[in-house]
C-alpha cells in the first residue's frame, strides 16, 4: 500500500492533556510511550501551494528523541537521533542513518553549501496510546506554537478510499469517547509554521 493512499487524522484538541489521558485509559487503552522531539528540516523548495505530504517529501529530516515513559518505553535505547528522507539531497547517500545531535552542525555547513536551508526547527512532547489489537496507535502531541493535537491512523482502512477511511477514523475515535464531526478538518503542522497562521485539511498525510 502506497503511504500517499493512507489517511492520517490531525485534529487539534481543545481539552487538557489530563482529560484525554483518562478517558483512553477509561476506554481500555493504555500509555504505551512519551517521549520528546526535536525535528529539523532542511529544502531547497518554495513551499506555496504544496500540500502538508508535499512539503514533507520535499525535505530532509533530522530527529532527536528523548523517552520518558509508557508502558513500552526502554531507557536502554535512547537518546535516539537521525536523518530521514537525505536521498533527496545526496542520491548516492542511504535515505535514513543514524548521527548524534552534536554532528548537525557539519551537515548545516553542507546543506549551505548546496543553497539548502533550514525552513523548520520544531519540539513536540507525543503521548502514544494502543491496546493490545491495535495495529497503530493514537498519538496526542503537544507541539510548540501550535498546542495539542491527536494524529491516528488504521492499517485496516488502507484498502479503502481516503474519504471512507476518514469516516472509519472518525467513527472509531469516537467510540472511544471522543467527539469529531465528519466536517472537522484537520491542522496541518507544517504549513502552520509556513505561513505562520493555522492551516486545516482533511488528510494529514495528504
Not at 545526496?90 to 553542507?110: H, R, T
Not at 475515535?173 to 502552520?192: A, C, E, P, Q, V
Amino acid at each position: 500500500m502506497e503511504k500517499s493512499n493512507v489517511c492520517e487524522v490531525g485534529f487539534k484538541l481543545d481539552k487538557s492533556l489530563d482529560y484525554y489521558h483518562e478517558m483512553l485509559i477509561n476506554a481500555g487503552f493504555d500509555n504505551v510511550y512519551n517521549c520528546e522531539t526535536r525535528d529539523i528540516y532542511w529544502s531547497n523548495k518554495k513551499f506555496d501551494d504544496m500540500s502538508e505530504n508535499e512539503i514533507k517529501k520535499s525535505c530532509v529530516r533530522f530527529r532527536y528523541s528523548e523517552g520518558f515513559g509508557g508502558s513500552l518505553f526502554d531507557r536502554d535505547s535512547f537518546p535516539k537521533s537521525g536523518f530521514q528522507n537525505y536521498l533527496i539531497f545526496d542520491n548516492l547517500a542511504e535515505n535514513s542513518f543514524m548521527c548524534p545531535i552534536e554532528d548537525v552542525g557539519k551537515f548545516e555547513e553542507k546543506f549551505k553549501k548546496y543553497y539548502w536551508r533550514r525552513v523548520f526547527d520544531t519540539k513536540k512532547v507525543d503521548y502514544q496510546y494502543a491496546t493490545r489489537k491495535m495495529k497503530s496507535r493514537i498519538q496526542i502531541q503537544d507541539i510548540d506554537g501550535i498546542g495539542l493535537v491527536l494524529y491516528y491512523d488504521n492499517p485496516d482502512y488502507y484498502n479503502f478510499s481516503i474519504s471512507e477511511q476518514r469516516k472509519m477514523l472518525i467513527d472509531e475515535l469516537n467510540s472511544y469517547g471522543f467527539d469529531f464531526k465528519y466536517n472537522d478538518l484537520g491542522i496541518d503542522k507544517l504549513r502552520t509554521l509556513y505561513y505562520k497562521k493555522e492551516c486545516f485539511s482533511e488528510n494529514q498525510n495528504g
